[in-house]
């Protein structure tokens, strides 16, 4: 019998989320999927581990640091064409009970949803908002560059699109922390696109999904935990500026042509400004946080 489904992650050195991530999987599904990790170069030896210990785990060593979006595509290109749904999920997910079975349930509901995904829980207990439109050029920019100066500007709200979150409905992209994919769907469209080597690849997925006339659907009755950010906390000097560069992708890929090449251009000298910016001040916080906890060690 063909399985149903099948899980894929991709691992850069994410020591203990990994083990999490595999041990609360059983929790999510009564189903026995298999799962891919597609590894970029970690160092920690959590993939080997997995694979060792874990029964249908099989590691894919990339190569290379192929980002998000390229990891994935090789992970799946692993994978049977007849598993009929794939799940995308970063390793610093916690799985909550049934939340798979209740994704697979909701795409019996929705037979044109090419994505479906759950309500995401922050590590305190507050709710994520994965659900959200897609960025147009005008307010794209105007979140890419208030958001993180005036959290409630209306660029940003508007495109946050976080006030319901109990309601299982169609949306305009979902968080690529954790994806049920319709594999037909996923192959339609090409699956991801390798350019973006973080962030933004999950915008852009479900932006074409859409485009090719499938829907993105949001189950809240599907519940997970991510513990996000472990990877791109500890290194803003490189994940800020390629967040920067993939919103400037996302637009330039939707701008086309001589007549918008100055949009273009503004857009690009305005992003690689405020990544500066932003660098510096996470930079800082780091620092700041470093000294005290020194400070601290100290006096103990």
Request: hydrophobic content about 40%; some cysteine.
């Amino acid at each position: 019998m063909t399985d149903q489904l099948a899980v894929v992650t991709v691992t850069y050195s994410s020591g203990d989320y990994l083990k999490s991530f595999l041990d609360t999987l059983a929790l999510a599904t009564g189903t026995d999927p298999r799962v891919v990790i597609a590894d970029n170069g970690s160092n920690d030896g959590a993939p080997e581990a997995a694979e060792r210990d874990y029964e249908r785990v099989t590691l894919v060593r990339t190569g290379a640091n192929l980002g998000y979006g390229g990891a994935v595509n090789r992970a799946v290109a692993e994978i049977d064409p007849t598993v009929e749904f794939i799940v995308v999920a970063n390793p610093d997910v916690a799985w909550g009970s049934g939340s798979l079975d209740e994704l697979l349930a909701a795409a019996k509901r929705w037979p044109r949803a090419g994505s479906l995904g759950p309500l995401i829980r922050e590590p305190d207990g507050s709710v994520y908002p994965s659900a959200r439109r897609v960025p147009k050029l005008v307010s794209g920019t105007g979140h890419a560059l208030l958001g993180a100066v005036w959290k409630n500007n209306p660029f940003t709200r508007a495109y946050l699109d976080d006030e319901r979150t109990d309601v299982e409905r169609a949306a305009g992209w979902l968080s690529g922390s954790c994806l049920l994919l319709r594999r037909e769907a996923f192959d339609a469209v090409g699956g991801f696109d390798s350019r973006y080597f973080m962030y933004m690849e999950d915008v852009d997925l479900g932006d074409r999904l859409g485009k090719a006339g499938w829907q993105n659907v949001f189950v809240p009755s599907a519940e997970i935990l991510h513990t996000k950010g472990h990877a791109a906390g500890k290194n803003p000097e490189l994940m800020l500026p390629a967040h920067h560069a993939s919103a400037y992708r996302f637009q330039a890929d939707r701008n086309p042509g001589a007549l918008r090449a100055p949009l273009r251009w503004g857009l690009r000298v305005g992003l690689a400004l405020r990544s500066r910016i932003a660098v510096r001040a996470a930079r800082r916080e780091l620092d700041r946080a470093a000294q005290a906890e020194r400070e601290l060690g100290g006096e103990s």
